[in-house]
């Protein structure tokens, strides 16, 4: 499965530090044709560490996954950035 960039948003969120992250909106189809988005934070300027928070939403389709990724407001991305930041990060060793 292919991870597809879904939206990219126009609203920056800080985390509790003072760090500010730029946020896009991620996406896969499932065998059973429905898709899943979560979203990822990037830090803008120095310093921190991308961010992926969990699954954050299921939808019958990439049409109405575009549709949910832009509606997203800016509390529901300070809670998401929350949610990444304590979300245990692994390694990727390549």
């Known amino acids: 499965m292919v991870d597809v960039p879904i939206n990219e948003l ?5 985390d509790g530090d003072g760090h500010l992250y730029g946020a896009k909106v991620f996406g ?4 059973d044709g429905t898709w899943i988005g979560w979203i990822e934070f990037t830090p803008l300027g120095s310093g921190g560490l991308t961010r992926r928070t969990r ?3 299921t939808q019958p389709s990439e049409e109405a996954l575009r549709y949910w990724a832009s509606g997203i407001e800016p509390l529901y991305l300070e809670g ?3 949610r990444a930041i ?3 990060q692994r390694l990727r060793i390549k």
């Open 10 to 14: 126009a609203v920056a969120v800080r």
């Open 28 to 31: 896969r189809r499932r065998a």
């Open 55 to 57: 699954r954050e939403t």
């Open 80 to 82: 998401a950035l929350e």
């Open 86 to 88: 304590r979300r245990p």
